[in-house]
């Protein structure tokens, strides 16, 4: 059972962090990313980190502005994000994912997260 949270309506330029709880299952078992999708557009991968946290993947396009963490006492993931453009507005999803971490495809969903970045 993943849950996200932390979702708001932002201005360009400013800062967020998602966070995303889990539970249900062993936390570490798990790879975690993060999948958003735009309106009228199809997912798209975000950014994906190993069971224990030690790699992470991004898309290029948030590559330097967004950070991925996972805190495993927590059962949570979180996803910073900054310098956000209005290209960034979506929906957020948090995945889990057992086998691999990249390429992250996710086994199990969230029900995401909306953030709107105004221009």
């Known amino acids: 059972h993943l849950v996200e949270s932390g979702g708001a309506l932002v201005q360009a330029g400013d800062s967020l962090t998602l966070s995303c709880a889990a539970s249900?299952?062993?936390?570490?078992?798990?790879?975690m990313g993060w999948v958003r999708q735009a309106p009228g557009k199809e997912r798209e991968f975000v950014a994906a980190?190993?069971?224990?946290?030690?790699?992470?993947y991004y898309t290029d396009s948030v590559k330097g502005r967004f950070t991925i963490s996972r805190d495993n006492a927590k059962n949570t993931v979180y996803l910073e994000m900054n310098s956000l453009k209005p290209e960034d507005t979506a929906v957020y999803f948090c995945?889990?994912?057992?086998?691999?971490?990249?390429?992250?495809?996710?086994?199990?969903w969230g029900k995401g997260a909306l953030v709107i970045v105004s221009s």
């Open positions: 980190i190993s069971w224990s946290g030690g790699n992470t």
């Open positions: 995945a889990a994912e057992e086998s691999q971490v990249y390429p992250f495809s996710g086994e199990f």
């Open positions: 249900g299952r062993t936390f570490s078992d798990f790879a």
